[in-house]
């Protein structure tokens, strides 16, 4: 009974997006609201940017020192029809030109994810419009090919504040997931520390996320100056670990208010220099789990023998000194690194109207409006490997991580 009721409405979707995507133009509306930003775009079949609007609850978060999920759901009922009807008006777009609407449904904060949705489904009903759930990790995966020219298969880091993973991307719904972040990702790590650093506090730092905080400090510390383990050393996967190193981190900030007698929260002396230390360790395994998906993708055969290429995204990966650390592993190995321009790294509709691009011309998870789909605060990414990672025990050959500001 089951499936033959999964059946049918597999066939339903079908006949559902051969109708509609024959008898409309190929414009996308995007929405995405998985974290603390609102935005959407449209965009035509090409790629083309026709009309997006976002908006950032960055300095709302900096004032509480985090995200309080409560407080981004608000924001995201206050903003999400303004964003979404200033992205139409740009655009020139009215409903019922487009072909489909979509959303992220997966994965993110659960209040936050629950505005999307909810708002996407009144919108797609009223206006009798195709639904495609996205997938967030697989949006900042494709938008590389909006870009230019990628085709499948490439190996893929996407690095942010709520995420980390390595997977090989083979297709528009086809992943291969060689790593994960184990407890918490680069971008919250590197928040973590600036807050405890009380860089909100330096007159340079005052409207900087705290990632951007670190990288800007940075550029004027001396890394040597602190020496911070690089987490997992003696563990031959891909995946990453950050909590352990944000202790390392918390430990020697102590350690050092008690030598300059200050109490916590104020600046230390030496911030420059933490900094410093903190983005390289972030770098260096960063770098070091990618060297060993590299190595294992070649072994095994999953990236094409002619220009494999690497491809960099998520909000962490505008930081330009991480970049840099990806591309001497990439030179080294002899990989074609790519990284989208900043503005597509972080959390934007533009790619999410993306992936319903791509989807809606391969015609993949394509719902008719009136079809209720439930929002996923945990997602895993494709067909999870990890294990098969792990047991290959891929051990680094010596690599030097000489990286200038």
Known sequence: MFRSKVKALTLLQLR??????????????????????????????????????LHSQKEVHLRTGGIIPTVAQQLHRENIQHVVQEALE???????????????????????????????QRFVRQHNKPFIPIHHMEAHALTVRMLQSVSFPFLVLLVSGGHSLLAVARGVDDFLLLGHALDEAPGDTLDKVARRLSLVKHPQCSSLSGGQAIELLARDGDR??????????QTHDCCFSFAGLRNQITMTIMK?????GVEEGTLLKCVNDIAAATQHTVAAHLAKR?????????????????????????????????????????????LHLICPPAKFCTDNGVMIAWNGVERLRERKGILPPD????????????IDITAEVKAAAIRLPPMKMKITN
């Open 371 to 382: 079809v209720d789909v439930c929002y996923e605060p945990k997602a895993p990414l494709g």
């Open 290 to 334: 990618t060297h060993r998906a590299i190595l294992f993708c070649k072994a095994n055969g999953l990236l094409p023998p002619s220009s494999p290429t690497l491809v960099l995204s998520g909000g962490v990966a505008s930081n330009q000194y991480i970049r840099k650390a990806l591309t001497i592993v990439t030179e080294m190995t002899g």
């Open 256 to 260: 050092k208010e008690a030598e300059e």
């Open 16 to 53: 559902y997006t051969l109708r509609h995507t024959a008898s409309c133009s190929r414009l996308v509306l995007g929405i995405e609201t998985s974290c603390d930003d609102t935005g959407a775009a449209v965009l035509d079949e090409t790629g083309a940017i026709l009309g997006e609007s």
């Open 90 to 120: 740009r655009s020139g777009v009215t409903p019922s030109q487009l072909a489909a609407v979509a959303t992220t449904v997966k994965p993110g904060l659960a209040l936050s994810l629950g505005v999307g949705l909810e708002f996407s």
């Open 224 to 233: 040597t100056k602190f020496s911070f383990r690089t987490p997992m050393g």
